[in-house]
């Protein structure tokens, strides 16, 4: 990390490479590379390496949220929107992956407005720990 403050973006690069040949399983030098990818504005690179990342940790909840970040600045709301439907899979009960999925469907395509609509109403009826409210009086 050091290198990279000092902004020897190609020098970490290499040193991260060398750790990683070392130890192909370091979840932290996949993220710094993604991070530094990203800090130097190659939102491409950071998408490669989130990619690579979660092929082999593919439970990893914030790398997910991450790459459905990058896609949504990208405007590839495709792609961002598998990201968020992982997220959902594996945490059913966040309702911030849901809003975060609903508020895809209008841009990916405006006949999925009512679809938007239905999640974030579905939402709206969570309570903060993702249960269900009681809809009895």
């Avoid at 130890?23 to 490669?48: C, F, P, T, W, Y």
């Avoid at 970040?69 to 945490?91: D, G, N, P, T």
Wanted: proline share 4%; aromatic share 8%; charged share 25%.
């Amino acid at each position: 990390m050091l290198l990279e403050a000092k902004g020897s973006w190609a020098e970490a690069g290499k040193a991260y490479s060398s750790l990683l040949e070392d130890n192909a399983l370091d979840q932290v030098i996949h993220k710094r590379r993604a991070a530094m990818e990203k800090a130097q504005g190659n939102l491409s690179g950071a998408i490669e390496c989130l990619n690579k990342y979660l092929e082999i940790f593919m439970a990893d909840h914030d790398a997910w949220r991450e790459l459905a970040e990058i896609y949504v600045s990208l405007q590839m709301y495709k792609q961002a929107a598998f990201c968020y439907e992982e997220l959902i899979l594996s945490q059913p009960t966040n309702p911030l992956c849901h809003l975060a999925y609903a508020d895809l469907s209008p841009k990916r395509s405006p006949l999925r407005a009512c679809e938007a609509a239905g999640c974030h109403c579905s939402c709206s009826n969570m309570e903060p720990d993702g249960n269900k409210k009681d809809s009895a009086p």
